[in-house]
């Protein structure tokens, strides 16, 4: 009974473990390796023209924003550096972090949040996305729309890039099509813009939408 009771609790164990590896994706050592050796394929070095010419026209500065798995986090810094105080940064790879703080080393500690992305509560006025929702396994795409939506506050915006097209790469980006997009936010978000970005990186361009969505 002794042994029933322990094996009965060891297998729990793991399958809460394994339950949460795959609904959580893929873990911050993923990513951590990625940061270590340098090769961070999808990152630009800057802020990507679409996002900077969206920040570039908001005129309340002192909105809450969230980038979440934010990387380098290239358009945290330019926020913060275009006066937007109470913009956050959000990543679970603490080589990441490391990296943005050693970069941005006055950047305020308090607005470094080094978490998964699904356990954090917060409410923001505006959440950015860029290369972080193709980042994520295709099964945790509804929790990715769902926690978008209860962290922002009411009428709170989801700005950003979406890839226009699915990749067929058996690891990340893996991309997505605006029929999935529509089918996924639709009934959480009002679509305010919904197209391929007309600005985009040259090496991006005509590959992704600019989306601007409304909590709805
Ligand atoms: C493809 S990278 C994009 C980084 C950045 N947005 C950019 O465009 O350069 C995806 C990032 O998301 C982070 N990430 C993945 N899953 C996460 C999660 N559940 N919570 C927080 N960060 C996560 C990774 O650590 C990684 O830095």
């Known amino acids: 009974m002794g042994v029933f009771c322990y094996e009965g609790v060891l297998l729990r164990v793991i399958s809460i473990y394994l339950t ?4 959580k994706g893929y873990p911050p050592e993923y990513w951590d390796a990625f940061y270590e050796t340098g090769r ?11 996002l900077k010419e969206y920040f570039d026209q908001l005129t309340d500065k002192s909105i809450k924003i969230l980038v979440p798995g934010a990387g380098n986090g290239w358009e945290v810094e330019y926020l913060y550096g275009e006066g937007f105080e109470n913009v956050f940064i959000l990543d ?10 050693k970069r941005f080393s006055s950047f305020p500690q308090d607005n470094i949040l080094e978490e ?22 295709r099964n945790l795409r509804p929790l990715y729309v769902d926690k978008m939506h209860r962290l922002l506050k009411p009428e709170g915006k989801l700005v950003g890039l979406l890839f226009n097209h699915e990749f067929s790469f058996d690891e990340p980006p893996f991309g997505g099509t605006p029929e999935e997009y529509r089918r996924l936010f639709e009934p959480l978000f009002k679509f305010k813009y919904f197209d391929v970005a007309y600005n985009s990186i040259k090496p991006r361009m005509s590959r992704e ?4 969505m409304l909590k709805k």
């Open 40 to 50: 961070l394929g999808w990152d630009i070095g800057y802020v990507s023209t679409p």
């Open 20 to 23: 949460k590896k795959i609904m």
């Open 116 to 137: 998964d992305f699904f356990d954090h509560n917060e409410k923001y006025d505006l959440i950015v996305e860029q290369t972080f929702f193709s980042s994520l396994p």
């Open 92 to 101: 679970f790879s603490p080589k990441a972090v490391e990296r943005f703080k």
């Open 209 to 212: 939408l600019f989306v601007l």
